[in-house]
């Protein structure tokens, strides 16, 4: 077997069922946020194609050009947002507006680091507009307007239109596409800064909201041990909301923690809800997502094609476990059904009705 051409061709290959099977979902069902989870593994099953056809016949700038959009630039970002509209309802919007700060700032630093070619004010650009879409996305949430998805929603598409136009206006130096040579992985050396510094942007955003957006959901919807109190209810005084605020964090990871031992006991009893180990999966799949476009931008593509592979299946895992996303697993687009309809344990779903109450108040 060719592992270059076999591991991404079946990347792709998953990527693009589980995409199928999403946009299935969102026919039935018109979720939101499965339409655009759906794009989001399109692109992701159409970078992973990009690397295998290459791998079989060859790079061209073509195929360069699709896989850095496809892959390197819009998959994150659209899985992240999948997740916003998922967690509409709920404070997420505040990590959602960190994640946008991080954004920013680390894309101001890539281009320290790297000085990256033809950027212009670029960087500074991307981070205003960051600390700009992160305060107005903090607002909504704070004052629980729940369209704040639609604000994160512009700036991904609006990432995703810049990204395109610049990529149709960009030349490129022969032979039109850059590979690392030991491994044979793509690299984007080849792109201007203004277009690789969207990665970072896109990347950190949606990679970041996709991974703690599966942890935040699985808090809320797993039983509970609470060591630390917080409450980011708006119309407690301003000074306690903003220390609440900040504790927020920590108090979610010590009572995440402190609650895994009665998850583990609610799910050998059978009254775990889904949501719990399908976005565990989810977060671990965004993780290797987000690390494996990482490393590759530090030279690190050993384990590139391999990550993407363990992201994928892990993805897939997650979303298959989740009775919310698939109450039955079928053919998609036919009436084959490969499963029983499902529903949530009668336990599973009482506890399910509670924490959904207390992350619409909480963060």
């Known amino acids: 077997m060719n592992v270059p051409i076999a591991l991404p061709a079946l990347t792709s290959l998953l990527a693009l069922v589980l995409s199928l099977a999403l946009f299935d979902q969102w026919r039935e069902r018109h979720a939101g946020f499965q339409l655009i989870w759906g794009i989001g593994m399109l692109f992701f099953g159409i970078a992973s194609g990009c690397e295998a056809l290459a791998a079989a016949g060859g790079w061209n700038e073509t195929l360069?050009?699709?896989?850095?959009?496809?892959?390197?630039?819009?998959?994150?970002?659209?899985?992240?947002?999948?997740?916003?509209?998922?967690?509409?309802?709920?404070?997420?919007?505040?990590?959602?507006?960190?994640?946008?700060?991080?954004?920013?700032?680390?894309?101001?630093?890539?281009?320290?680091?790297?000085?990256?070619p033809g950027t212009g004010s670029a960087h500074v650009l991307y981070l205003i507009s960051a600390l700009v879409l992160a305060l107005a996305v903090a607002v909504e949430t704070y004052f629980q307007n729940e369209r704040w998805p639609l604000l994160a929603a512009g700036a991904v598409v609006g990432a995703t239109v810049l990204s395109a136009v610049l990529m149709l206006t960009v030349s490129?130096?022969?032979?039109?596409?850059?590979?690392?040579?030991?491994?044979?992985?793509?690299?984007?050396?080849?792109?201007?800064?203004?277009?690789?510094?969207?990665?970072?942007?896109?990347n950190i955003t949606g990679g970041l909201a996709l991974a703690f957006g599966a942890l935040f959901s699985a808090y809320m919807f797993m039983p509970k041990r609470r060591?630390?109190?917080?409450?980011?209810?708006?119309?407690?005084?301003?000074?306690?909301?903003?220390?609440?605020?900040?504790?927020?964090?920590?108090?979610?990871?010590?009572?995440?923690?402190?609650?895994?031992?009665?998850?583990?006991?609610?799910?050998?009893?059978?009254?775990?809800?889904?949501?719990?180990?399908?976005?565990?999966?989810?977060?671990?799949?965004?993780?290797?997502?987000?690390?494996?476009?990482?490393?590759?931008?530090?030279?690190?593509t050993n384990y590139?094609?391999?990550?993407?592979?363990?992201?994928?299946?892990?993805?897939?895992?997650?979303?298959?476990?989740?009775?919310?996303?698939?109450?039955?697993?079928?053919?998609?687009?036919?009436?084959?059904?490969?499963?029983?309809?499902?529903?949530?344990?009668?336990?599973?779903?009482?506890?399910?009705?509670?924490?959904?109450?207390?992350?619409a108040r909480a963060g």
């Open 227 to 300: 060591l630390l109190a917080y409450s980011l209810d708006p119309n407690q005084p301003g000074d306690q909301f903003l220390f609440n605020l900040l504790i927020s964090p920590v108090a979610i990871i010590v009572n995440f923690v402190a609650s895994i031992p009665g998850a583990a006991r609610a799910l050998v009893t059978g009254r775990l809800h889904s949501r719990v180990p399908a976005t565990i999966l989810i977060a671990i799949g965004g993780f290797m997502a987000s690390g494996g476009d990482a490393l590759n931008r530090f030279g690190i």
């Open 172 to 202: 490129l130096p022969a032979p039109g596409y850059a590979v690392d040579p030991a491994t044979g992985v793509p690299t984007g050396e080849l792109f201007p800064g203004t277009i690789r510094l969207l990665t970072p942007f896109l």
């Open 304 to 359: 590139f094609q391999v990550g993407k592979f363990l992201a994928v299946v892990f993805l897939l895992a997650g979303f298959l476990v989740s009775i919310e996303a698939f109450r039955e697993i079928r053919v998609p687009f036919t009436a084959l059904r490969l499963s029983r309809s499902r529903q949530e344990a009668a336990g599973a779903v009482a506890s399910a009705s509670a924490t959904d109450a207390e992350g």
């Open 64 to 116: 360069y050009r699709i896989w850095y959009l496809t892959g390197a630039v819009w998959t994150a970002g659209w899985l992240g947002l999948g997740t916003a509209f998922l967690l509409a309802r709920t404070r997420f919007g505040y990590t959602f507006a960190l994640c946008l700060v991080l954004a920013g700032v680390f894309t101001l630093l890539t281009q320290r680091r790297f000085d990256y």
